[in-house]
């Protein structure tokens, strides 16, 4: 579960976020969307402690976000699991080490069957031992996703995983986010401004010129980019 | 200046220590090729009291020797820890996955150049280049240089031991020397007629020597010159009465073989024989009988000798004979001698050395900080990514200081054959000091590369971990 209160930030004197207040149930699969320069990121960031606010309160289960510092940041971020736009993985590393790297590091076991079930679900496994400069962008990314998920996170901060993917991988990202919801009781925040994503999130809350939409505005855009989802 | 983390900043940095490395070491050079005399660094002018070293000198002899005698230790610890987390690797996943991560760069993208690093042959010269091309450098020079200090105290004293081991046959002997100067440096003389008297008064053999500053076949020469009688001794040889075919004694630096003319300030003399090792600093040697030197080279210029090798022990002795004869002159005994000549070599040459090394050492710590610190911001995106999934920075540190240990194994393995012909032409130069390599050269050479690794790969991750802004790291 995540509570964020009266959140604030700014970048070079410019207010990204101001009064942001953010609830997102455990369990639930939470879209953040928002026009381009919405502060999507930037709250997701908060939220993932990956960056500091300015102001307010981030609690992630009865931890204060705000208050760590450090080795305590990185221990909380290794709890949870992480995605983002690119896959950032490491180009020397097969899938499977890279999938393991982070994991390993951070002194977390990995439950090797569960990603080879993840790699089966996103189609991966065959390429698990190949070196990751030598697989497309595509199954990178799928690869990051089952990094993130290979601990099997109660919470999963993805940014927009699948901006750069084709139709038929973004449902597949999609659907294997809400089996893992279902099935794991994982907590999905995603940013996207992908209209797919309305068909598979259980929350959604837009983001508007750095301050939160009001929930009948956010229900009836919601509604609106539905509609005009192909 | 710009600040130290920029990366315009770490350039300019470099820059000029590498330019006052450059320089440092040319002047060095310089002055050891002038006989460590030259007035350009630091003490460098002859003391007036030769027995006076400067207490941070000593201090610094002292650390040189102190890391000579734990290096090879240090060395056999750290490749004992690279062995064994190499063997532990074979268990562990974790530990072979850092060993793995210390080996490959993150990103294997090349971002100064925004091209994808080469592959085979090319990728491996590439990253040796960077890296332990940086160490096998640092190990070879500051192995090597290790290995001066003692050569350049000792190496000028081995003419002095070389000629009263020759003269003397293994008996004591106590020098005698005008003034208060008794270094071999000084340039104290006794009269001719002095000397005669001396030699007639005592109850001791006595040997004259004389010395003097010629050109032995395009080499600065030292030349000595002590009594026919004596000369024709050790060469075996009677004098000659007329300057062709005389002969000389020359010690091995000259490259001349028994037998051979060669051209002592321009007189052709016959070489009788050919001593080992007794090259003084920066001088071949070359000793003459009396009359030859007097005759045929000096051409008779020559009215003082340097001084006189008493064939006895006894000081005291020596001393009385010194009154009796109303000489002016110190009777010193042959440990005394070469102690004050260590003490003036410790004075003069030894701290020009000393900053050789310092710099070489400086210069291979700083630029390897820059090597490391340049190869994690080309990693940004990858360390950052890695970091912002839960990987702290005690983790990469792991990594780092394990890459640091393999570039220095790796370095060592590519620097311990390199540091032989690099010795070679070093002692080619025959700058006068020898550079002599051997294990403990190796192990200085491994042993402060590494600490400057683990220093620099610790400094850089530092001042990256400072630097690092996450959500731009993770950006798309």
Redesign the interface.
Same mark, same amino acid.
């Given at each position: 579960m995540i509570t964020a209160r009266a959140v604030a930030k700014s970048y070079l004197g410019v207010e990204v976020l101001h009064d942001v207040d953010l609830h997102v149930p455990a369990g639930s699969f939470a879209l953040l969307t928002g026009p381009s320069g919405s502060g999507k *990121? *930037?709250l997701l960031?908060l939220l993932?402690a990956? /960056?500091a606010p300015d102001g307010g309160s981030i609690r992630v289960d009865d931890t204060e976000v705000t208050a760590l510092r %450090?080795?305590q940041r990185?221990? #909380?971020?290794?709890? #949870?699991g992480?995605v983002?736009?690119?896959s %950032?993985l &490491? $180009?020397?590393?097969t899938l499977r080490?890279n999938i393991?790297? $982070? #994991? &390993? &590091?951070?002194?977390?076991p990995v439950d090797l069957e569960w990603v080879d079930h993840l790699a089966e679900r996103l189609g991966v496994r065959a390429l698990l031992d190949v070196t990751a +400069?030598r697989v497309s962008g595509g199954q990178g990314q799928r690869a990051a996703l089952i990094? +993130?998920l290979a601990h099997r996170p109660p919470l999963l901060f993805a /940014?927009?995983p699948t $901006? +750069?993917l084709d139709t038929a991988s973004k449902h597949t990202i999609h659907e294997v986010l809400r089996e893992v919801v279902a099935n794991e009781g994982t907590t999905v925040l995603m940013v996207s401004h992908d209209a797919i994503s309305l068909d598979y999130a259980t929350d959604v809350t837009r983001l508007v010129d750095g301050g939160v939409e009001s929930d009948a505005e956010a229900t009836g855009e919601a509604e609106s980019s539905r509609r005009e989802a192909p | 200046m710009p600040p130290p983390g920029d990366p315009r900043g770490r350039r300019v940095a470099g820059a000029l220590l590498a330019a006052a490395g450059l320089v440092g070491v040319v002047l060095a050079g310089v002055v050891l090729a002038l006989g460590g005399s030259a007035d350009v660094l630091g003490p460098t002018e002859v003391s007036p009291q030769p027995g006076f070293v400067p207490g941070a000198v000593d201090a610094l002899v002292a650390i040189v020797r102190a890391v000579r005698a734990v290096a090879p230790f240090a060395a056999l610890l750290g490749l004992a820890v690279f062995f064994a987390t190499w063997s532990l690797g074979a268990l562990d996943r974790r530990r072979r996955l850092v060993a793995r991560l210390a080996r490959i760069e993150y990103s294997g993208i090349d971002r100064v150049s925004g091209r994808e690093s080469p592959r085979g042959p090319a990728r491996w010269v590439r990253r040796q280049v960077r890296g332990t091309g940086l160490a096998v450098l640092a190990i070879v020079l500051v192995g090597a240089t290790s290995g001066i200090e003692n050569e350049v105290t000792n190496g000028p004293l081995r003419p002095v031991e070389a000629l009263t081991d020759t003269l003397a046959d293994g008996r004591p002997v106590t020098f005698v020397l005008q003034g208060p100067d008794i270094t071999f440096m000084d340039d104290s003389a006794i009269e001719v007629a002095r000397m005669g008297d001396l030699v007639d008064d005592a109850p001791f053999p006595m040997i004259p020597f004389g010395k003097h500053l010629f050109n032995l076949d395009g080499k600065s020469a030292l030349q000595l010159s002590i009594p026919d009688a004596v000369f024709a001794r050790l060469s075996g040889e009677a004098v000659s009465s007329t300057c062709v075919g005389r002969t000389v004694l020359v010690d091995d630096t000259v490259g001349s073989e028994v037998g051979e003319t060669i051209s002592l300030n321009g007189t052709r003399l016959r070489v009788a024989g050919v001593l080992d090792g007794v090259a003084q600093m920066n001088r071949s040697i070359a000793i003459l009988a009396d009359s030859t030197a007097r005759d045929c080279v000096l051409h008779g210029t020559s009215s003082a000798f340097f001084g006189a090798i008493a064939l006895t022990g006894d000081r005291d002795a020596v001393d009385d004979v010194l009154v009796r004869a109303q000489v002016e002159a110190s009777a010193v005994t042959e440990a005394h001698f070469l102690e004050e000549n260590r003490d003036f070599w410790r004075a003069n040459a030894t701290p020009l050395i000393l900053q050789l090394i310092l710099y070489l050492a400086l210069f291979s710590g700083f630029a390897a900080a820059g090597e490391r610190q340049s190869a994690l911001q080309r990693n940004i995106r990858e360390i950052g990514m890695l970091n912002a999934t839960g990987v702290d920075f005690r983790a990469l540190q792991a990594i780092e200081m394990r890459r640091a240990l393999s570039i220095t194994v790796r370095a060592t393995v590519i620097a311990a054959p390199l540091m032989v012909p690099v010795a070679a032409a070093f002692n080619a130069s025959e700058l006068g000091v020898q550079i002599g390599v051997g294990l403990v050269e190796v192990s200085v050479g491994f042993s402060i590369t590494l600490v400057a690794m683990l220093a620099a790969s610790r400094r850089a991750l530092s001042q990256f971990r400072r630097r690092l802004d996450l959500p731009m790291a993770v950006k798309g």
């Open positions: *990121t *930037t960031n993932a990956l /960056d %450090g080795r990185a221990r #909380h971020r290794a709890r #949870h992480h983002f736009q690119r %950032g &490491l $180009a020397g590393l080490e393991e790297a $982070a #994991h &390993l &590091l951070a002194g977390h +400069s990094r +993130s /940014d927009e $901006a +750069s | -």
